[in-house]
């Protein structure tokens, strides 16, 4: 933050950033909890979520659900390697990526490899049958390589925050 407004180079002051913090780690405050938590009164704290989302701070909120109690056993990292690195085959490959509900996210990455990409599946069999009917099928794939999850130590991380309120 400057010493002249209190706010950070994004333009956020502290109550946005209190506000941000909040809503991370529970999204389903009401307005009236979150400025009580934040110590501004409702309307001011309404004003300021509401232009948190008009720029595109917060981009949405939804529920954390547990996988494995909807049977989604298996959490893999494939690391995909593209046929071809030109700009038409690999936005080609992201648009059939995006669609596939399985891949639960996808990054395009340095080094060895292509994209990375997290998918659940119910089993090892299921993982299996979606990596040689699905992925190995996907336009411009060469190969693929997968590690799964053996457990979880930290998932559904709130962003760091720790930078803006300097």
């Not at 340095?110 to 599946?121: C, N």
């Not at 590690?147 to 962003?159: D, Q, R, T, Y």
Request: glycine share 10%; net charge neutral.
């Amino acid at each position: 933050m400057d010493d002249i407004g209190g706010t950070t180079a994004t333009g956020l002051d502290r109550y946005d950033v209190a506000i941000l913090a909040a809503l991370q780690k529970e999204a389903r405050l009401s307005n009236a909890e979150l400025a009580a938590r934040i110590g501004l009164s409702a309307a001011p704290t309404w004003r300021r979520v509401r232009r948190l989302e008009e720029q595109g701070f917060i981009t949405g909120y939804r529920a954390e659900i547990d996988r494995r109690k909807l049977g989604l056993g298996v959490l893999a990292f494939v690391r995909v390697d593209a046929d071809r690195n030109n700009g038409a085959a690999t936005r080609e490959l992201e648009q059939a990526i995006r669609a596939l509900p399985e891949v639960i996210a996808c990054h395009y990455i340095s080094g060895a490899g292509t994209f990375e990409l997290q998918v659940m599946a119910t089993d090892l069999d299921a993982f299996s049958r979606f990596s040689i009917d699905t992925l190995l099928n996907l336009p411009n794939v060469k190969d693929i390589h997968t590690s799964f999850s053996l457990g979880e130590v930290k998932a559904g991380g709130a962003l760091p925050l720790g930078h803006l309120r300097r």
